[in-house]
């Protein structure tokens, strides 16, 4: 990567002030008892969730009355390299209609989560996505297989920074059956 | 004599392996079908056969190069598909996008959208049962459409004209008249499709009551577009979450209760009314104007931040989730594919039915490979 920027927090001064308006106050509220925080992003508020409490913050904010989150848009991650791996939530209410980005970071040495296909069904093939790109493990996915990738492609995490971006060929080594002698 | 027999006859379960190639898995994908006689008892999808790693490859690309990605992504819907993207860089760059460049895209998400139903309708007729008459219709019309845009882009599929901040280059002098034109042969053929499909015997006799699901599984599987208005879930970013000038225009979400194969069908018969209702407002609002906004840098850079945008593609929602930690690329880059999330409720929808229907139902998702393999 060429950005002389340094990577600094994107975290507004004060968080509090900047969220008025928005429906961090009901999820707050909805998150009683988990440590949750929380910025405002370019369109959705982001809520930073602590990993081991995921499934517990997502079922919160599923079943709570006023928020009633019952559609995932999107789930993925985004690999921050020494930072860890943030696994994020891209929610939508299909009857209030309002959006929330919910933010896990795991760090590097231990990228476990709980798995929420049993709060949607649409986690299923986005987590098992995430796993193979990212190394992600979800506890308790109840298939997890590769999805995109092949079935033994299982040790090497395609969208991780340290990942080369490389011909096959140089990736699969002597698999491809090329020898040196042939090129 | 009767003989009665002691026990219930007992088949053996099969395994059945359709695709990768097969014309009926509209592209790479197969599924492995567990059948006793005709009826599905199971299916285990396989994707991934169409994986490019375009994710990975708008990292290396700056902003501009990865329109075309864009394109290869959702081949049949590439204005929508661009249009997510250029909007998600939009937003980042907190770039103003000129009205007229608004109103042209507007424009063009709409044909493409009538394009690409056109498409399904076509090669929907074929896995019905429906063959020749609809198809060749249905690529008749979608010609017409793919000229204007050759016209305008110089290119049949892959577009690339969308910017971020506007359009490449503005459209031709004769673009208005040559929009009404390709419209009245458009609505023709949508009447045409009405004739032919929506009461024909053979059609309505193997879609109704083929596929059902419910408004409350098709939300929880993260369906989207015609596939889940057709349960009777008014869910169109269009209209929820207004971009572009859909708020300026006057139109309607379709949505049917019955949710099955058929109402996905009535569904997009009664969107591609609407998209030429929409179109027709834009071309009268159309003004000369500038397409893109007078302060441009040469190189595009976005401060860090991160945003998902979504827009109504026409298989649901197509959003773009854009990290950047400042520079010329993105630093990750996900594209939220309508097919995937539409795929997962096929097994869903098509187990307990015959094989033939299956094959139906996965036609009524109308998926497009490369957007879900991305």
């Keep these: 990567m060429t ?15 900047t969220l008025d308006g928005t429906i961090w106050a009901e999820v707050d509220r909805a998150l009683s008892g988990i440590t949750a925080s929380a910025e405002r992003g370019v369109l959705d508020v982001i809520v930073h969730v602590p990993p081991a409490e995921i499934v517990r ?28 791996i943030d696994v994020v939530y891209h929610l939508y209410s299909t009857t209030a209609r309002h959006n929330l980005t919910v933010k896990a970071t795991l760090p590097p ?25 990212f190394g992600v493990r979800f506890n308790g996915h109840p298939d997890p297989r590769t999805l995109l990738m092949p079935e033994d492609m299982d040790d090497t995490f395609p969208l991780r920074k340290d990942h080369p971006l490389a011909e096959i060929e140089i990736l699969q080594g002597e698999g491809m059956g090329y020898s040196e002698e042939d090129q | 004599m009767v003989i009665e027999s002691a026990h219930e006859f007992e088949t053996q379960d099969l395994l059945l392996n359709v695709g990768p190639q097969h014309p009926s898995t509209h592209g790479v994908f197969r599924m492995v079908m567990q059948v006793d006689g005709e009826v599905v008892r199971d299916i285990i999808p396989y994707i991934g056969y ?7 490859l708008c990292e290396t690309m700056d902003y501009r190069q990865g329109i075309g990605f864009m394109d290869r992504t959702e081949y049949l819907a590439a204005m929508n598909a661009e249009l997510s993207y250029v909007m998600a860089v939009e937003a980042l760059a907190e770039l103003e996008v000129p009205d007229r460049a608004q109103w042209i895209r507007m424009i063009l998400v709409e044909l493409n959208r009538l ?27 979608r010609e017409a459409i793919i000229d204007l845009f050759e016209e305008i882009s110089g290119d049949r599929m892959m577009y690339a004209y969308l910017r971020p901040g506007g359009l490449a280059w503005d459209v031709p002098t ?45 939300i929880d599987f993260g369906m989207s577009g015609p596939s889940i208005r057709a349960s009777g879930v008014p869910l ?14 006057k139109w309607d979400v379709i949505t049917h209760t019955d949710g099955d194969v058929y109402a996905r069908y ?5 969107e591609m009314r609407e998209s030429v209702k929409i179109v027709e407002q834009c071309l009268d609002r159309l003004e000369p104007g500038a397409i893109m906004p007078e302060k441009m840098p040469r190189m595009l850079r976005t401060p860090p931040g991160e945003v998902y945008i979504r827009t109504e593609a026409p298989r649901g929602e197509f959003g773009v989730y854009l990290v950047s930690k400042g520079g010329n690329r993105p630093y990750r880059l996900k594209v939220r594919s309508a097919c995937l999330s539409n795929l997962q409720a096929l097994k869903h929808m098509s187990v307990g039915q015959y094989v033939a229907d299956a094959i139906i139902v996965l036609g009524s998702i109308d998926i497009v490979l490369s957007e879900v393999d991305r």
Excluded at chain 1, 109 to 133: C, G, K, P, Q, V
Excluded at chain 2, 179 to 193: K, M, N, Y
């Design chain 2, 236 to 249: 169109d970013v269009r209209r929820e979450e207004p971009y572009l000038k859909y708020n300026d225009v």
């Design chain 2, 50 to 56: 169409l994986h490019r790693g375009a994710e990975k």
């Design chain 2, 174 to 218: 004769n673009f208005v008249a040559r929009c009404r034109e390709t419209l009245t042969a458009v609505r023709q053929g949508i009447a045409d499709f009405d004739g032919l499909l929506t009461k024909n015997e053979i059609f309505v006799a193997r879609t109704q009551g083929i596929g059902f699901i419910s408004a409350a599984d098709a």
């Design chain 1, 57 to 84: 913050a997502l079922k919160a904010l599923k079943a709570d009355a006023t928020l009633k989150f019952d559609y995932l848009r999107s789930l993925t991650a985004v690999d921050n390299e020494a930072d860890g």
């Design chain 2, 115 to 141: 394009s690409s139903h056109l498409m399904f309708m076509g090669a929907f007729g074929i896995d019905v049962g429906v063959f020749g008459t609809p198809f060749i219709y249905a690529w008749r019309e």
């Design chain 1, 3 to 17: 950005s002389e920027e340094t990577t600094e927090s994107t975290e507004a001064a004060a968080p509090t002030a």
């Design chain 1, 109 to 133: 040495t231990n990228l476990f989560i709980d798995t929420a296909t049993s709060i949607w069904r649409a986690a299923d093939w986005l987590e098992r996505e995430t796993a193979e790109m």
């Design chain 2, 266 to 270: 009535l569904c997009r018969l009664g």
